[in-house]
């Protein structure tokens, strides 16, 4: 394990402490100077380290006037930019103005422009080589369907160099989650500066960890939604989701892994825990499409951990190369280590453990007594709503508690086929609104149904709740699911998906980092969530 040694002060005299030299820019776009006079303040006082002003989102431009303007009311080190629409912008008016534009910034004192790689040539012959030495040129790139091959991506950066760059910008789209391991390669092993971000949910990584390999800046929006290209997080949450200014070269990365994934809060968890020790790692968001393929190509030790949600959970079992006990009969692996010593996959499962704890705690402190093997679920009917990792694992730990199992799925057979391993019953979720066969019984929902977007959605029908004694909903955006208002309104007892969530986390930071959880503060953290 390796904690992270005292950080060094920013550079140019911005709040606050950092490890790495990658600047965080706030794109600026608005329809007015005013408007963008008061984004550029806010960027500020977020914590951003300089500003990419965006001609081409004003609605009325005077050249000379507005720029003078700008680059004398901005508080942060400015880029301009003044994006056409062929390349993803909104300008639509001739070349020949918007280039001298860029060329009146450099002039008048911007610190970088960026010119697209499709116009570098014509921009060279209009300045003639002659080139403020304060303003940095950065010439870009942008592919908006897909990430090409490391070969092409070379070749493009050797392009953009050759127009004479002070900085190389690209930015390609991730079909898949394995796209940005190009990108870090060519980032990793750039000799200039480069900015290289790869846009969409599932190239998050590309702009968390640009401090990691060495990226000159990434962008960081004002507010949720208010993005310049998608993907884009919010200044706020590269600061203070992300500890963006601790990150460095030797940082571990760890991540949930899942489809969807952008609801979790565990990066919120583990990376306020890491913080608060100082552990040298950061934990973020992998919108994970085949997690084979994932894992083959993230196989460096950097890579050292991965929560695994769903859909993910069984089919990540083949691909560890050791799988616990435990998790091997439940055939499901939430939480993957990367063993450091030889890079190996180490599979196991704290699903079941935190559920089933928190169960247990709630039926102890409204009066039910332990049964026979000193667990209060013991004897009890436990009925497991899903028949996925989730609810295997629920299955299996209840069954370990002495409790009879009776498994619920959308198919028949896929609850059969669970039912007959845990040695239970199995149904059909259609039938399980008339499934009464005695009261007091115990209800877990394993599945998506009722989670965000879509709160409104139940598995089971408010009268049929009624028949038992305690409900628990493994899903926790949001905490109190509709399926859990109803069963309080039915009398019984609840346990929301956020109990779970802590007892599992508990478990998955040790393994991470071989550190004691800190159990309160991930209490304190998810009561405010």
């Known amino acids: ?49 300089l500003v990419e002003i965006r001609l081409d989102s004003l609605k009325q431009f005077s050249a000379r006037d507005d720029i003078q303007t700008l680059i004398k009311i901005s508080p942060l080190p400015t880029i301009f930019t003044y994006r056409p629409a062929w390349e993803g912008g909104q300008y639509v008016g001739d070349e020949q103005s918007r280039l001298a534009a860029l060329r009146l910034a450099m002039e008048l004192g911007a610190d970088h422009i960026d010119v697209e790689l499709k116009a570098a040539d014509d921009f060279n012959n209009l300045i003639l080589g002659d080139k403020s030495t ?16 490391v070969e092409e991506l070379g070749n493009l950066v050797a392009r953009i160099q050759s127009t004479g760059a002070d900085i190389v910008k690209f930015a390609t789209t991730a079909v898949d989650i394995t796209d940005v391991a190009r990108v870090f390669h060519i980032t990793a092993n750039s000799q200039v500066p480069i900015i290289a971000m790869v846009m969409g949910e599932k190239g998050l990584m590309s702009r968390v960890l640009c401090p990691k390999f060495g990226g000159y800046l990434t962008f960081g929006t004002l507010e949720n939604g208010k993005v310049s290209a998608p993907g884009q997080p919010t200044i706020r949450d590269l600061l203070d989701l992300f ?15 899942g489809k969807p994934v952008g609801h979790s809060k565990s990066p919120m968890l583990y990376n306020r825990a890491f913080r608060s020790v100082g552990f040298n790692g950061v934990y973020v968001h992998m919108l ?11 196989s460096s030790t950097d890579f050292a951990g991965f929560s695994c949600t769903i859909p993910h959970k069984e089919s990540v079992v083949p691909c560890c190369d050791e799988v616990d006990p435990v998790a091997k009969s439940i055939g499901a692996v939430n939480c993957v280590i990367r063993r450091q010593n030889d890079g190996k996959l180490y599979g196991c499962n704290t699903d079941y453990v935190g559920a089933i704890s928190a169960i247990e705690d709630s039926l102890r402190v409204s009066g039910v007594q332990n049964g026979a ?67 007091n019984m115990i209800l877990a929902n394993t599945t998506s149904i009722g989670m965000q977007p879509n709160i409104n959605d139940t598995p089971i029908s408010k009268e049929a709740l009624k028949s038992y004694a305690l409900v628990f909903d493994a899903v926790y955006t949001p905490k109190v699911t509709r399926l859990l208002r109803e069963a309080r ?41």
């Open 373 to 439: 093997s000193g667990s209060p679920l013991a004897g009890r009917l436990f009925v497991v709503i899903g028949a996925g990792g989730a609810g295997k694992a629920l299955a299996y730990g209840a069954k370990e508690k002495g409790a009879r199992i009776v498994i619920a799925n959308r198919t028949y057979d896929r609850a059969r086929e669970l039912a007959d391993i845990v040695g239970g019953e199995a149904l059909s979720l259609a039938d399980l609104n008339t499934y009464k066969p005695e009261n």
């Open 489 to 529: 309104e039915c009398g019984a007892l609840i346990v929301t998906g956020v109990e779970m969530f802590i007892g599992q986390a508990y478990e998955q930071y040790e393994r991470f980092t071989g550190l004691p959880a800190p159990k309160a503060l991930f209490s304190e953290i998810m009561s405010k969530y």
């Open 243 to 257: 500890n963006f200014r601790l990150l460095g070269p030797d940082t571990k990365v760890f991540g949930i892994i």
């Open 288 to 298: 994970v499409d085949n997690v084979k393929n994932f894992l083959d190509t993230y």
């Open 1 to 49: 394990m390796e904690l992270v040694t005292p950080a060094m002060e920013r550079p140019g005299g911005n709040e606050g402490i950092s490890r790495n030299s990658t600047l965080i820019c706030a794109p600026i776009m608005a329809d007015t100077v005013d408007q963008m006079s008061i984004q550029m303040n806010s960027a500020k006082s977020s914590g951003a380290d």
């Open 134 to 149: 304060k303003c940095k040129l950065i010439v870009s790139s942008h592919n908006y369907q897909n990430t090409p091959s």
